[in-house]
């Protein structure tokens, strides 16, 4: 069966809660990508971090999602999430201004500056398994998932284009450690905006036999890994993410070290190729209803995934060589802005909001793990044989995984699954069972 078709009116934008929490999470995006370029040059600039010191970083940034998202998954389907994530802001922005006071007060070392870094991911780890299960309860009707994705997904590349910029502005004028009060200031307007939604947020049901740690993780993973469609997109997931983040890291170190490339530069190419996330969200809507979903995903994905291999193969003078990194970047991020509106869609309607925490987490353990560890693998490897040749490895491995998208199940889809009810509250704590294809 296919889900009712989405209502052709005003929809979200007449939900002012929503709308709330979209702009904050919006800006809090902006800042994010600040962070993810001005965090590693810190360590660059500031203390000549190797590439192997740039890729610990980078994995300690996204290792905390490897080890406690599963945990905190199970918590959060336990607990209001808006109160979850005002703590989680709170932290990341005290954690994130603690790095330029310490930069003025001439403390901040490498030590110091890996363990924040792990701590905000943390933090982050604790936001994001909450944020994606609370849109539902501002959404409510099942009919409106697509475009809340498709305006959270809009955010993302938004961030993407304006955030890489004015990371490199910031850093070339500000130092590296100044511009990381960007951010900081950008979860305080997400607090705020948290603070103002007015939404009741149910209390979740007791079960009727206590909880049980080991049992609620079971039932996260059996839930998804028992479903045909929730396995292949967390595991096509883990091998994207693992490309992404492995392509991005190597790209950095390359840029910076063999090219020479500023601050600004670096900021420009990442800045400049996120506009087509930004066109892939926006269309991304009309692509669906007027597409199979299954096509639109597989070449999207594909477009992701192939979308690497032009970098090592750039060559020639450098105003060439920056416009095909764009090139490559940009064919990237527009595969991306697609398939992350039909990955999350897909993902709220295959679940019933009692499981959304756990399938939440485990989708992060896989998503941002094959990150985690994607960015290790790129300062290892650049160590090893160089950057160009690193770089080479990656693409490679990056487009062998078009394979699986051919063969996986999500490909196969005429249009989005009819959303999972609730199992019934009698069967205790809920129990792992297969979500509808």
Same mark, same amino acid.
């Given at each position: 069966m296919t889900a009712p078709v989405e209502p052709r009116t005003n929809g979200l934008w007449r939900n002012g809660d929503f709308l709330r929490f979209w702009l904050g999470e919006t800006l809090s995006l902006l800042g994010t990508q600040v962070t993810n370029l001005a965090l590693p040059l810190t360590a660059i600039y500031a203390f000549g971090a190797t590439d192997a010191q740039v890729g610990l970083l980078r994995f300690l940034q996204l290792a905390?999602?490897?080890?406690?998202?599963?945990? %905190?998954?199970?918590?959060?389907?336990r607990a209001r999430r808006r109160r979850v994530m005002l703590a989680a802001n709170l932290v990341r922005m005290v954690l994130l201004a603690l790095i330029p006071a310490l930069s003025a007060l001439h403390v901040l070392r490498m030590t110091p500056l890996l363990l924040i870094a792990c701590a905000i991911g943390v933090a982050s780890v604790l936001f994001d398994v909450s944020w994606m299960s609370y849109v539902p309860t501002l959404v409510r009707d099942p009919r409106h998932y697509v475009e809340a994705s498709a305006k959270m997904g809009i955010s993302s590349s938004a961030?993407?284009?304006?955030?890489?910029?004015?990371?490199?502005? /910031?850093?070339?004028?500000?130092?590296?450690?100044?511009?990381?009060?960007?951010?900081?200031?950008?979860?305080?307007? +997400?607090?705020?905006?948290?603070?103002? @939604?007015?939404?009741?947020?149910?209390?979740?049901?007791?079960?009727?036999?206590?909880?049980?740690?080991?049992?609620?993780?079971?039932?996260?993973?059996?839930?998804?890994?028992? &479903?045909?469609?929730?396995?292949?997109?967390?595991?096509?997931? %883990?091998?994207?993410?693992? +490309?992404?983040v492995t392509v991005w890291t190597m790209f950095l170190l390359y840029g910076t070290h063999d090219l020479h490339?500023?601050?600004?530069?670096?900021?420009?190419?990442?800045?400049?190729? +996120?506009? *087509? *996330? /930004?066109?892939?969200?926006?269309? &991304?809507?009309?692509? @669906?209803?007027?597409?199979?979903? *299954?096509?639109?995903?597989?070449?999207?994905?594909?477009?992701?995934?192939? *979308?690497?291999?032009?970098i090592p193969l750039a060559a020639g003078p450098r105003p060439v060589m920056v416009a095909l990194f764009v090139t490559s970047f940009f064919t990237t991020y527009l595969g991306l802005g697609v398939a992350g509106v039909i990955i999350v869609s897909l993902r709220q309607t295959s679940t019933p909001q009692s499981m959304m925490g756990r399938m939440t987490a485990v989708f992060r353990t896989l998503l941002f793990g094959g990150g985690a560890l994607g960015g290790l693998t790129a300062g290892l490897l650049s160590d090893a044989i160089g950057h160009r040749g690193a770089l080479t490895v990656a693409a490679v491995a990056s487009a062998a995984i078009v394979v699986a998208l051919l063969? &996986?199940?999500? &490909?196969?889809?005429?249009?989005?699954?009819?959303?999972?009810?609730?199992?019934?509250?009698?069967?205790?704590?809920?129990?792992?069972?297969?979500?509808?294809?």
């Open positions: 905390p999602y490897l080890g406690l998202a599963l945990v %905190f998954g199970v918590w959060v389907d961030a993407d284009v304006a955030g890489p910029g004015l990371a490199g502005v /910031l850093v070339s004028a500000l130092t590296a450690p100044v511009a990381l009060v960007v951010d900081a200031c950008s979860y305080l307007v +997400s607090v705020v905006s948290l603070l103002l @939604i007015r939404t009741p947020e149910p209390r979740p049901a007791r079960p009727a036999m206590p909880r049980r740690l080991g049992v609620e993780l079971r039932d996260g993973l059996a839930w998804v890994f028992r &479903s045909p469609v929730l396995r292949a997109l967390a595991l096509v997931g %883990f091998c994207c993410n693992f +490309s992404l490339l500023p601050a600004t530069a670096l900021g420009g190419v990442f800045a400049t190729a +996120s506009v *087509g *996330g /930004l066109i892939g969200a926006t269309v &991304s809507r009309r692509v @669906i209803r007027r597409f199979p979903l *299954g096509r639109v995903y597989l070449v999207a994905q594909s477009a992701l995934v192939l *979308g690497p291999a032009l063969v &996986s199940p999500v &490909s196969r889809l005429r249009a989005l699954p009819e959303a999972v009810a609730e199992p019934e509250p009698a069967a205790g704590p809920v129990m792992a069972g297969a979500a509808t294809d």
